[in-house]
């Protein structure tokens, strides 16, 4: 009878282990993931900087258009903006830059930030507000955001 809990307990031991073969495979599957995982990692990076830069310039651009609405309808001139520090020293005329006063190379590359201020109406100014960067592929990519807002007298 001993005989036979040796052999069942010898059984036991040899099953409740991992194989030479079961072991290779693991590893395997383990260094398959972590290449994938190390691969994409550079491309969420670039990602990540992409949708942050333009999270950014949303909110530049509304930024803007909140400026241009607490000066109000009535003084949406190239001097009263001026003199509010909302854009550029030139052009004096539509559309207006605020690439310079905003300090906009410091954040992207060769950005172009404008201003347009047309008649909607007699009564209503529309004001569109656009920022454009390009860059390199290993910073942040190209880029466009414009928005509109319509400002009423009174």
């Known amino acids: 009878m001993e005989h036979k809990t040796c052999m069942s307990a010898t059984r036991r031991r040899k099953t409740a282990g991992f194989t030479f073969t079961e ?19 550079p491309m969420a990076f670039k990602t990540g900087k992409m949708v942050g ?3 950014q310039a949303s909110s530049l651009v509304q930024h803007k258009i909140d400026q241009m609405r607490g000066v109000g309808w009535g003084r949406l001139t190239y001097k009263e903006l001026s003199n509010a520090g909302i854009v550029d020293a030139s052009p ?5 830059n605020f690439k310079t006063v905003d300090n906009l190379s410091a954040i992207y590359v060769t950005p172009t930030a404008t201003i347009d201020v047309a ?25 466009t955001i414009t928005a509109m807002a319509l400002i009423a007298k009174g």
């Not at 072991?23 to 599957?29: D, E, K, L, T």
């Not at 009564?123 to 860059?135: A, N, R």
Request: overall charge positive; some cysteine.
């Open 53 to 55: 830069n333009s999270n």
């Open 119 to 143: 008649d909607y109406n007699t009564e209503i100014k529309k004001v569109t507000v656009t920022l454009t960067w390009s860059g390199s592929a290993n910073k942040q990519g190209n880029g």
């Open 92 to 96: 004096n005329a539509a559309p207006f």
């Open 23 to 41: 072991a290779i495979v693991g590893i395997f599957i383990v260094a398959l993931s972590a290449a994938i995982y190390c691969s994409l990692l």
